[in-house]
């Protein structure tokens, strides 16, 4: 995930929140696809409780992302589950405590042309690691937006975002966020 729309992400969960600078301190992160980690840890570093990263390359996981997460001093809050984000979720619904339960923030940024959207949204959309106050975050190319549904288990699509050529749809309770919107940020994609 891009820097500027992993800040814009953040801004607009501190802004729901009201808060500045910080995450609910009690809350659990899940970063599907995690890659260098940047997501979660940026989380981590807002001060949520725990952090899951799901990275199927074992390389990376260990020659970039523990190397991240340790450097930045969230060892003892992290955990890394070297597989793919798939078959975490699989695990994961014939598990329902799997993982520790369910999770505060998903982050889902997938290598959009190398995952089968439908299968990772049916596989979402049962999941025990889905709770009705969790918010969901997924990224996703605008070729295949059709794939990107308008509901994920108890929760619905409520923001829909343009950052340059970046989308990402947020899911929420409607009450959470407010009515459904689809957004161009002016600032993200070039227009100001």
């Known amino acids: 995930m891009m820097e500027k729309v992993r800040q ?6 501190q802004s729901q929140a009201g808060s ?5 301190r009690t809350a659990r992160w899940l970063d599907l696809f995690a890659g260098t980690g940047s997501v979660g840890i940026g ?6 409780k725990e952090a899951h990263f799901v990275e199927m390359d074992p390389i990376v996981v260990q020659k970039i992302l523990c190397r991240n997460i340790t450097s930045c001093g969230f060892k003892n809050k992290a955990t890394c589950h070297t597989t793919k984000a798939e078959d975490f979720l699989q695990r994961a619904a014939k598990l329902p405590r799997f993982a520790g339960g369910s999770f505060d923030f998903i ?5 959009y042309l190398l995952v089968s959207y439908p299968v990772l949204f049916d596989l979402l959309d049962v999941s025990p690691l889905i709770h009705p106050g969790s918010i969901v975050f997924v990224e996703y190319p605008k070729q295949l937006a059709h794939e990107v549904l308008d509901t994920m288990g108890p929760l619905r699509k409520v923001r829909d975002r343009k950052y340059g050529r970046t989308y990402v749809a947020v899911y929420a309770q409607g009450s959470s966020f407010g009515k459904e919107v689809y957004e161009i940020d002016p600032f993200l994609s070039g227009q100001v």
């Open 8 to 13: 814009a992400i953040f801004n607009m969960i």
């Open 20 to 24: 500045v600078n910080c995450l609910p």
């Open 43 to 48: 989380a981590m570093s807002r001060g949520i």
């Open 107 to 111: 982050s889902v940024c997938p290598p």
